[in-house]
């Protein structure tokens, strides 16, 4: 405990992500391609990918994307029906709707239109030889108009069970118009949520001090099942996504919260670390949600009743990273495959791309199937997709990372906006850093 004291948070995540890295790296070579490998470990000789990478490390990664689930839904529901009961005003609500998905899709757009643009300059397709003994299978993906029949739920507590988040939020939001429509009655139930979301915060804030052991075990798996070798026939593609990536996180979402709010964006990426690092470990812009809305509402200065609102939606319909990779890989693709794309078969690669992020779970490896769906819609064979499942994994937790920094800007833009941010705590460089730390011998002794 002594040594939590003198590191941060963020150092703390490095320090087990690297470490995770550089075991796993050092398991994999201990393999050197064999199936199994003992290794004497006091009495016993313990095989290492039994026993360690799908056993110890595996074990202890899940459990730590369990626990951040585990809070996905009542965080969601909870906060939602706080914040929607403080916006008694249903002009109010309309207009948060729509400033957030109008600002989300504009962002996706231009994330998508970026990885075209890239990929078409630099063909990253150009060279590389087709892999004719791996598949790849999906479902069909719905069509726009069942996305929107399927936002409204039948059951919400089937909803729940599920984590269909759109379904949640329209049940929320519902929900807690009906508490500030109820006088007096509704006034107690919106004390008794206020409660919950202040115990569940705390729940989050424990978490967050146990991440950098559960950062830790996801990064030797990671990087003992996936060498440096397997991307190698695929550098092109991989930098390239990687690199729009980059751009769009560090020069797109600062440009745009200077030109929309003023606001300095070197502190907004400063304070954005411990969440992007959330999110590339856990691959899971939703699995994520605790952490992106910690940081929104204690350590960006956004009002619950906003963050409560812009992070759950941006987590299931912000894909901006999502949408960098269907660029790039239908660019890709259509080069490995010798497809002569129009200039309308691209702008339908957009149009698509920034729809299908609707109603998209935030789940990991969900980008594949989206991009299925972008495939046949151009005419490009599905069976592409088997050449870049190899380089995916780290990607989609790179693109993770940029997905959840985009739902903290338009969370900062739209609280500016509506006069729901407070700069103090914006500008602050300590805010919100009172509450990553828990004593847990106080805990105990209580």
């Known amino acids: ?31 050197a391609g064999q199936d199994e490998r003992l290794i004497p470990l006091f009495l016993f000789d313990l095989p290492v990918k039994a026993f360690f990478i799908d056993g110890l490390f595996h074990i202890g990664g899940q459990i730590f994307i369990a626990s951040l689930q585990m809070l996905v839904v009542p965080l969601v529901f909870i906060s939602l029906v706080c914040g929607t009961c403080s916006l008694s005003d249903a002009s109010t609500l309309g207009r948060l709707g729509a400033k957030s998905v109008g600002l989300y899709l504009f962002t996706t757009a231009i994330a998508i ?80 949520f206020q409660d919950l979301n202040t115990i569940v915060m705390k729940l989050v804030t424990i978490l967050m001090n146990l991440a950098p052991y559960g950062v830790f075990c996801l990064m030797v798996r990671v990087f003992s099942t996936m060498g440096l070798d397997m991307f190698s026939s695929l550098a092109a593609y991989f930098f390239v996504v990687l690199g729009i990536l980059l751009l769009h996180g560090f020069l797109t979402y600062p440009l745009l919260l200077k030109l929309l709010t003023g606001l300095n964006p070197v502190i907004f990426l400063r304070k954005m670390r411990d969440a992007a690092l959330f999110a590339f470990s856990t691959s899971s812009s939703n699995a994520t949600i605790p952490v992106t809305l910690e940081t929104v509402t204690k350590k960006l200065g956004v009002k619950n009743s906003i963050g409560s609102f812009t992070v759950p939606l941006g987590a299931t319909i912000n894909m901006d990273g999502t949408a960098i990779m269907q660029g790039v890989a239908t660019v890709f693709i259509a080069q490995v495959y010798g497809v002569d794309l129009t200039l309308t078969d691209y702008l339908m690669v957009v149009l698509t791309a920034t729809l299908a992020s609707v109603g998209t779970a935030g789940v990991p490896g969900v980008g594949l199937i989206m991009l299925a769906m972008v495939l046949q819609q151009v005419g490009l064979p599905v069976e592409g997709i088997a050449l870049i499942i190899g380089v995916d994994r780290l990607l989609d937790m790179t693109r993770t990372s940029v997905n959840i920094t985009g739902d903290s800007m338009v969370s900062c833009v739209i609280a500016k906006s509506e006069k729901q941010l407070d700069e103090a705590v914006f500008n602050d460089p300590d805010a919100g850093r009172k509450d990553e730390s828990v004593d847990f011998k106080h805990l105990h002794n209580s």
């Open 1 to 31: 405990m002594q040594n939590n004291k003198k590191l941060s948070l963020t150092s703390r995540i490095v320090i087990g992500m690297l470490a995770g890295m550089v075991l796993g790296a050092g398991l994999q070579w201990l393999l």
């Open 113 to 192: 239109t970026l990885a075209i643009s890239a990929a078409l300059l630099i063909g990253p397709g150009h060279g590389v030889e087709l892999q004719s003994d791996v598949n790849f299978s999906t479902e069909e993906a719905p069509g726009l108009a069942q996305v929107l029949i399927n936002m409204f739920p039948r059951n919400p507590i089937n909803a729940m069970a599920e984590g269909n988040m759109l379904q949640i939020i329209i049940f929320s939001v519902l929900f807690g118009i009906a508490t500030a429509m109820s006088g007096k009655t509704g006034e107690r139930i919106a004390d008794l």
